[in-house]
């Protein structure tokens, strides 16, 4: 097996590529890997080199590690073309991590690469969208006014990733309207008019929002949750019970359906900015089509790791 180490030197708030290829290069020496180390240079760059790996070594068994936030795991499993010869460790060093969140609070074990490296193997969905694939959620909607200003929002995470998160939300519940959406869940209509629609493979987005904390990334389904048309002062009054998943608080505003297949359009027909995983995506389908793939995801943790119990629906 090949051992592929991709380092985002521009996750978190320090540069940690020195210190990561250090430890990457030391433990790899107690256990006989020759490994491969890439440091992100540019937006992109790390599915690039998850491709160009997959190409360059096709039909290998490779293991990818990304290093850096939920950002750079995105890029990293969009970019596997075999999922049945690839897996992937995820070791957190981003402003959030937001699959990790359904291996509970302590994800200090994820930070050890002799433990991502003598780790043991879970099945987990993904969920592809165009050209891509995320691993814990979608949404669009309400907060998404990031992806058109986003170096004024990448100057705000580097005080806080939160705080960032939280000034797009209130930017676009003090300009932005809300839009018609076309959506269907496996075939069933439910168009109308919404503030936010996400849909969940993994529990948390964002790092700190847990809008469906019974949503599971093993199960083989979305949590598919919908905020509605709200105005000005009722989308401030509700944003943070939403954020909580308190549904008795939102009320009748807030609404969850599960399902594997989900289909979007806004029925202006302009096109729909997703944020994935932390990531723009802007599909070119027309409807977008968001798309479950139950256990692809050959996904490597720490020994002591131990997913979340299912909670009852």
């Known amino acids: 097996m090949r051992h592929i180490f991709i380092i985002n030197p521009n996750a978190g708030k320090y540069d940690i590529s020195e210190k990561k290829r250090r ?45 850096g936030g939920s950002g750079t795991l995105f890029k990293i499993v969009s970019g596997i073309k075999d999922f049945s010869v690839t897996e992937v460790a995820c070791c957190p060093c981003g402003y959030t991590n937001d699959l990790l969140k359904s291996y ?65 939300i209130v930017y676009d519940i003090l300009v932005n309207k809300n839009e018609e959406y076309e959506v269907t869940i496996d075939g069933k209509d439910y168009s109308g ?9 993994g529990m948390c987005m964002g790092g700190t929002v847990v809008p469906d904390a019974t949503a599971r990334p093993y199960d083989g389904m979305m949590n598919v949750i919908f905020l509605d048309d709200l105005p000005v ?26 399902g594997k297949h989900v289909t979007v359009a806004r029925k202006d027909k302009k096109s729909i900015p997703f944020n994935c ?7 070119t389908d027309y409807p977008a089509s968001i798309k479950i793939i139950p256990g692809q995801l050959k996904f490597i943790v720490p020994q002591d790791a131990k997913l979340l119990d299912p909670i009852e629906k």
């Open 23 to 67: 430890e990457i290069e030391e433990v790899c020496s107690k256990y006989g890997i020759d490994p491969l180390i890439w440091v992100s240079e540019y937006a992109g760059y790390e599915r690039e080199i998850t491709e160009k790996m997959c190409f360059l070594f096709s039909g290998e068994e490779l293991r990818f590690y990304s290093i």
């Open 104 to 168: 509970g609070k302590d994800v200090r074990s994820f930070r050890s690469i002799e433990n991502l490296i003598n780790g043991k193997t879970d099945m987990l969905d993904v969920v592809e969208i165009d050209n891509s694939r995320f691993v814990d959620f979608a949404s669009f909607g309400l907060g998404n006014t990031y992806f058109n200003n986003i170096l004024f929002f990448q100057l705000v995470a580097l005080i806080s990733a939160q705080l960032s998160y939280n000034v797009g």
């Open 193 to 201: 008019k919404y503030v936010l629609v996400t849909c969940l493979n």
């Open 233 to 258: 002062h009722k989308k401030i009054l509700n944003i943070i019970p939403y954020s909580r998943g308190d549904i008795e608080k939102v009320g009748k505003y807030m609404r969850i359906v599960r």
């Open 277 to 283: 995983d932390g990531e723009c995506v802007r599909p």
